[in-house]
């Protein structure tokens, strides 16, 4: 069987964000920040034209998640000891355990994960890009995507999501 692909990783695909992460034994690290870099690979079909997907049609979908999350705090909503409670004054109160932190609302972005690993961030990111994939191009052209979020060099999550995967 033949497989193409494309991948893009540019200088932009990137986004600085605060968050720490919650240990199996509890405890956590304290709130500090990454400047996170971005690299997808997309495997599919060749179209009429001899592409997968036309890079530049596909990096502003990349590009438009990576603005999404950049200076923003990333905050697990699945940890079961995390809290999350918004309060009337455009603030956000977050407790995990005996540490409390107030923010601007806007200031924290709530994901649907129980960790800020890169592990679960290039989850979340694979899923949202293949939704926004689809949107625009259909299901057929792609066939496999793989995406790697760095936290800093040599140090990655990677998230790998297959058509034959899924029913």
């Not at 990096?59 to 999404?68: E, G, I, T, W």
């Not at 926004?132 to 790697?148: N, Q, S, T, Y």
């Not at 999550?157 to 995967?165: L, N, S, T």
Request: glycine share 6%.
């Amino acid at each position: 069987m033949n497989a193409w692909a494309i991948t893009l990783n540019k200088e932009y695909f990137k986004f600085s964000c605060a968050h720490f992460l919650i240990f199996p034994d509890g405890s956590k690290e304290r709130l500090h920040g990454h400047n996170y870099q971005v690299s997808v690979e997309i495997e599919g079909e060749l179209n009429e034209q001899g592409l997968v997907i036309d890079f530049i049609d596909a990096k502003p979908v990349v590009r438009a998640l990576c603005d999404s999350l950049d200076e923003h705090w990333l905050v697990p909503t699945e940890h079961p000891e995390l809290s999350i409670e918004h309060l009337d004054d455009g603030h956000t109160r977050i407790v995990y355990r005996d540490c409390r932190y107030e923010v601007p609302t806007a200031e924290a972005l709530l994901l649907p994960i129980n960790n800020t690993s890169v592990e679960n961030l290039s989850t979340w990111f694979g899923t949202a890009l293949r939704s926004h994939l689809v949107e625009k191009f259909g299901e057929a052209p792609v066939r496999r995507l793989r995406v790697a979020i760095s936290e800093t060099s040599g140090q990655s999550g990677v998230y790998e999501w297959r058509a034959d995967d899924r029913p």
